[in-house]
């Protein structure tokens, strides 16, 4: 069974710091192309980072580029994103996921449908 377990939210000042990780559970992470994405109160969820360990290769959103770095742990089978200058617009629910599909030597995937996602994510809110 494929799982993900999101935690390190919370409630943050603006500008402040916070460090997502997210557990996988039934697959090796660092064998294909992993995101985090987020949805915001009304709004549809959005991919902000992804990352390839085995082309070591990421991406990013522009809304976060500069200020957020996804990274992985192969051997905890776990990976992160390290929030900085957090702003009140990254207030959200935050949600790791995995294209399946992806193949070594192939560009990452953004396409949010090309992701699957189980857990329940992890709350995060910065107030201003």
């Known amino acids: 069974e494929m799982q993900f377990d999101e935690s390190g939210g919370g409630l943050v000042q603006a500008g402040g710091s916070l460090r997502l990780s997210c557990a996988a559970a039934?697959?090796?992470?660092?064998?294909?192309?992993v995101g985090w994405f987020r949805q915001a109160p009304g709004q549809e969820r959005e991919g902000i980072s992804y990352?390839?360990?085995?082309?070591?290769?990421?991406l990013y959103a522009e809304s976060v580029k500069g200020r957020f770095t996804i990274s992985g742990d192969s051997a905890k089978n776990t990976f992160y994103l390290q929030m900085n200058s957090l702003k009140t617009e990254d207030t959200a629910v935050y949600y790791c996921?995995?294209?399946?599909?992806?193949?070594?030597?192939?560009?990452?995937?953004?396409?949010?449908?090309?992701?699957?996602?189980w857990g329940q994510g992890t709350q995060v809110t910065v107030s201003s």
């Open positions: 996921a995995t294209d399946l599909s992806w193949v070594p030597g192939s560009p990452i995937a953004t396409d949010v449908d090309r992701y699957h996602y």
């Open positions: 039934g697959f090796p992470v660092g064998d294909y192309a």
């Open positions: 990352m390839s360990s085995s082309d070591d290769s990421t």
